[in-house]
């Protein structure tokens, strides 16, 4: 069955510092891969997205994303972490239950925590 | 342009009681889904819809309950609400699929039910 995994719960990094977050698909054909952002208490929003072609993709707030078929992989990361970066950061790709890629199934989320 | 939204924002329920999640949009978006979102557990989606008049269950579908008179809404009702269901509800729309699809959420209702 198709599936998203981000193997981390929850991730630190000090202010200035780089960031990784992972996310591992299972799916058979290429897919479309997002990473979505919430703050505390907002709803979520886009920050790049990946449907084919070039495997970096760009995204707003300074984050890009790399698409790894090898790895089974869409980790996203920033080269520098500003404190305002401190959120919950969900991946996701096209949910099988919705029959488009309007409905998506998400990963269980990566809080990440900013360190002045 | 107010893309998704929801209303109402807090809400607290007793077992028992039925209430309706409003859910609107103004991007003329054909696809609209409910997610709900739980600790640790991500967004799981409840039901979806493609288009006027046509709905279809998600991952989690039961005790909630959808219509899809218009374009524009998509309420999500809770028939007889459980402690079960408490959690933070998420609507979203999108257009058709393809290569610009990106789903736009709403803020969020957070029900409580005691």
């Known amino acids: 069955a198709q599936s998203v995994t981000q193997p981390d719960i929850h991730i630190t990094v000090s202010e200035g510092a780089s960031l990784e977050l992972r996310c591992n698909y299972s799916?058979?054909?290429?897919?479309?891969l997002f990473w979505y952002v919430q703050s505390p208490g907002q709803g979520l929003q886009l920050l790049l997205k990946y449907f084919s072609g070039d495997t970096l993709v760009q995204g707003i707030k300074g984050f890009e994303a790399e698409f790894k078929r090898s790895q089974s992989s869409f980790n996203l990361r920033k080269p520098s972490v500003h404190w305002s970066d401190a959120a919950e950061y969900f991946c996701?790709?096209?949910?099988?239950?919705?029959?488009?890629?309007?409905?998506?199934?998400f990963g269980k989320g990566t809080k990440l925590s900013v360190k002045p | 342009n107010a893309g998704v939204t929801q209303t109402p924002k807090f809400q607290v329920l007793k077992t028992g009681q039925s209430m309706t999640l409003q859910c609107a949009q103004d991007?003329?978006?054909?696809?609209m889904s409910w997610y709900r979102q739980d600790p640790g557990m991500g967004l799981r989606l409840i039901h979806y819809?493609?288009?006027?008049?046509?709905?279809d269950q998600g991952e989690v579908p039961n005790g909630y309950n959808v219509s899809r008179s218009t374009t524009e809404d998509f309420p999500l009702r809770l028939l007889s609400a459980a402690p079960s269901q408490t959690s933070v509800y998420f609507c979203?729309?999108?257009?058709?699929?393809?290569?610009?699809?990106?789903?736009?959420f709403g803020q969020g209702t957070r029900l409580t039910v005691v």
């Open positions: 799916y058979g054909a290429t897919p479309y």
């Open positions: 996701a790709a096209p949910n099988p239950y919705g029959g488009s890629q309007g409905n998506l199934i």
């Open positions: 819809s493609v288009g006027a008049g046509i709905t």
């Open positions: 991007m003329n978006h054909e696809y």
């Open positions: 979203a729309s999108s257009g058709w699929t393809g290569r610009n699809t990106e789903a736009f």
